[in-house]
């Protein structure tokens, strides 16, 4: 009888460590950057180089604990990368070319292997040239295992982006040929219909790599509670 306790006792910390690598995931992702064009607002579409033939391009999304595999395929002209922004990951997983690791070149490939380490709001973007500002950017959220964010009734995403549709000429500022929300303009936008009493929780990412943005909602108030994947002080 003692020696059946004793294997009892030692089976629990390998359940235990089952379970836990049970509830650990890891996601799958492809992505595809390549030219294209993309709808800004009815009957106007701008050209530029997008993942996925989106803009932005698709929502990478997991929990603390996770691993996010992401295949990546480079069907534009140049060399180019992803760079997964403010996400701490391993240094040869970073997306920065000859710092981190080399570009991608034209018709190449490679799988970026990321552990999910800390929760927060971020984005994917080329690190290359002008590649971010053509269009070439995404979204990226990693939810917390546990949570003891104050309760709201519903989550909006915005990100905020200035498109420009080629390289500037050398030596002047970029012209850009748009500012979008969500991957529209102005008259490409669908109003947010919320009902009254109603908190939400909405997360902002400024896409752009020139504008910076002025956020307001009139007539309600915004009180920010994370900035870069990090909790603040209320403000």
């Known amino acids: 009888m003692r020696f059946t306790f004793i294997n009892r006792l030692a089976l629990i910390p390998l359940l235990c460590v089952v379970a836990a690598l049970e509830a650990q995931t890891t996601i799958h992702h492809t992505l595809v950057a390549q030219p294209g064009t993309w709808s800004v607002a009815p009957g106007v579409t701008a050209t530029g180089w997008f993942y996925n033939g989106q803009l932005p391009g698709p929502l990478l999304r997991g929990t603390v604990g996770d691993t996010l595999r992401v295949q990546f395929i480079n069907r534009t002209p140049e060399p180019t990368s992803v760079h997964f922004h403010g996400l701490p990951v391993p240094l040869g997983q970073d997306g920065v070319p000859m710092i981190s690791r080399p570009a991608v070149e034209p018709g190449q490939e490679y799988t970026y292997t990321l552990p999910l380490t800390r929760p927060g709001t971020y984005f994917y973007h080329s690190h290359f040239g002008h590649q971010l500002d ?12 546990t949570s003891s964010d104050a309760a709201y009734d519903r989550e909006l995403i ?11 000429i050398h030596g002047q500022d970029p012209i850009y040929a748009d500012y979008l929300m969500n991957g529209k303009n102005s008259a ?15 997360r902002f990412i400024n896409s752009s790599s020139f504008t910076t943005y002025v956020v307001t909602l009139d007539g309600h108030l915004l009180e920010v509670s994370h900035a870069d994947g990090r909790k603040v002080q209320p403000v």
């Open 134 to 145: 053509r269009g070439l950017h995404g979204l990226l959220i990693v939810d917390p295992a």
């Open 188 to 202: 490409g936008q669908t109003p947010w219909v919320v009902d009254q009493g109603d908190v939400l929780r909405i």
């Open 158 to 168: 915005v990100d905020l982006d200035d498109l420009l549709p080629g390289d500037p």
